[in-house]
């Protein structure tokens, strides 16, 4: 039961991830592998901020969402000048450069060793240290972000979003400037990376760089990929599949480390037979 | 008569090709003009140039009486009401008939289109537009499910639905069977009825002789001749750049 | 200042390695124009297939090195065939295409993981030698020699065959226009698969060479992959002969860099480097703009 509540937590935060790539990715057209980034930020604002200040879960986890929104307004801004496969390098380059300051900026970071001790939520008094708690928690952050990705989808600024995943050169020409479309989404995307970022390293109580490299960020991708492009729902899916999935390998008896690598094998092999055979994924509304 | 559209010396070049070449003509208001020439003749890389698509190179533009610009980014078009449909129709393709509309008729900023207040009025103009071509009922299917004439009459019901005082037509006839050929040149002159300005590139010599008021001919990026249609269709010149083609 | 040749030397070491990398990069890049990243597992790819050989089958260097680049051609060539043809004939986009390698590399680099262990593991025992030469103030290894004459050996032999050869004709053309080359009568996947074999034994070699040099772990690709493609972009994209320079620009910039800021900050230095690359020169120094 204890594992179950695990695996739920995981798959909340791994939920709010996808379905924030998701608004990036599937609905507006950026191929954008730098998400882990924001996870990170996130992350590592939370644990920072709650060890050096008094400041409460709560409001810590919204000042780290504003610092990785203003982070993503910074590189959203320079990637915005690139199109397409130059986007997604441009992307994985960020990505990279961010990975290098958490494990290196060893004064603030700690570089390797991580950042250990992190305090679980603390709410009038109620702390959530029971983690059937912390699922409840999780699970309410997971419904609000859901709800502001299904508001921003439906409205006109979702179909602005689609229209520039498009053709966003036809688009400008009815009198859309794109750029700052594209800048509000990617800056509304990080910032809920940065809500699931703090919510993994409140529930981890320990957090180090390795979390948040390109691999974390291919495997996001893998995530709203296989679910399908363009659709919340596909976001959910996907995520519940690739964070079951791992537990099913472990059933198979292999070792925990051979069985870490076999999911990378799983989600890269599961990368090229989308592109092959299906690359709308389960419940997609767009193609690649 | 006043002018919706002026260039004066506009030129755009390509690796050494002069696509338009030291352009200077003046679209009147209110009416048909159309715009001929032989293939590679700088037509569709003039209505590029207006429409902020490729920079200019030389020259100046002026929408509607405003002032001279050498330079027109694609986002500053709109608000200078001007629009147009694209000759190699580059629709919305993977999202349906009538968000492919409604997107020219929704707000245009940020925090607008995300608490838009007047939606349904909205929507009725794009209901209003997709009968006008008769596409309404095909309102939910994806822009790419439709066949290509109605892939054109989408093209233009959204620059329609834009209200756009001048309307930049890129050979919007090509490939249509006649019945849309007829509602299509009904839709220019119910246009022109409402003052509107429309710039017409077509090929189709009938057309261009019933509906134009006034026909600009373009060769080698030059402008070869322009006057009424009977006129220019019978400049011994303009045929010339056609069978020397 | 004594330290300046020990420097330059680094450069020129890292910049041979990242060129090997880059030219074989670029020549994919320049037939196929698509970002493929599965080509740094490649380098993984050889230098582990030269481990196996010299270190389970007790063989000698030259065989291991031979069979560290058969194997990464043929994998290579296997990606090719499975992968990125396929998705061609579907004129998938470069995005699908990308997305694709990206795959490939996770899942190639994972299964070598899995068959060795991520232990880092090194290839020293192979070199026979653990010579050293003195350039000023500077050292060198036998293997960095090795590493920088190959380096030297793929740009000239590349030259040749690009500007002597009807072969390197073709692949010129289809460099250039794929849809054209077909026109005029040339077997473009043909051409392609060839280049997939050469960028691949190439890359393959870089992969060896890394081992003799430091020692191989399963990510290496990707770190050997980035700054292969940052060294491709800044030399020119799809240009062999950018990637050669790119690659001693990169490596020169990284280690007299780090003379600066401290050594952990070089991927930082690389890809802040590639970024104003993209920015303001994206087709690279040698480059045409496309």
Redesign the interface.
Known sequence: MEYLIHLAILFSIFAILAISLQLIVGFTGLLSVAHAAFYGIGAYALALLLEHTGLNFFVAILVGAVISGVAAALIGLVLSKFRDDYYALGAIGFNVIIFSILLNWQEVTRGPLGIPGIDRPELLGFTFSENIAFLLLALVFLAIVYGISEFITTSSFGRALRAIREDEEALSVFGYRTSFFKLAIFVIGAAMAAIAGGLFASYITFIDPTSFGIAESVFMLSIIIFGGLGSLRGALVGALILILLPEALRFVGFTPDIAAQMRQVVYGLLLVFLMLYRPQGVAGEYRL | MKNALKTKNLSKEFGGVKAVNDLSIAIPKGNITGVIGPNGSGKTTLTNVL???HCIDGGVVSISEGGERKRI???E???AGL??T?QNV??????TVL?NV???T???H?FG????RD?AERLSKAEAVLNRVGLWEKREANAAELSYGQRKLLEIA?ALA?DAETILFDEPYAGLFPEMVKLVSGIMRELREQGKTIVLIEHDMALIRELCDHVIVMDAGKLLAEGKPSEVLADKAVIEAYLGD | MDIVPQLIVNSVIAGSLYALVAMSFNLVFGATRFFNLAHGSLAAVGGYTAFFIGDSLGASLPAAMLGGVIVAAIVGYGFEFLVFRPLRRRKASNLVLLVASLGALTALEAVIAILFTSQFRTLSFLAGTTGIVHIGTGVMTHVQVGILAAAVLVLIGSWLLLSRTSFGRAVRAVSDDEEVAKIVGINTDKIIAVVFIIGSAVAGLAGVLAGLDTGIEPRMGFSLLLKGVIAAIVGGIGSVYGGFLGAFLLGFAENFGIWYISGEWKDAIAFAILILFLLFRPQGILGKKR
């Open positions: 429409t902020g698509i980014a694609s986002h078009v709109f608000q629009t147009r694209f580059r629709l919305f393709e993977q999202i968000d409604l997107i020219a929704t707000s245009r940020v289109s995300l608490f838009e939606a959204r834009t």
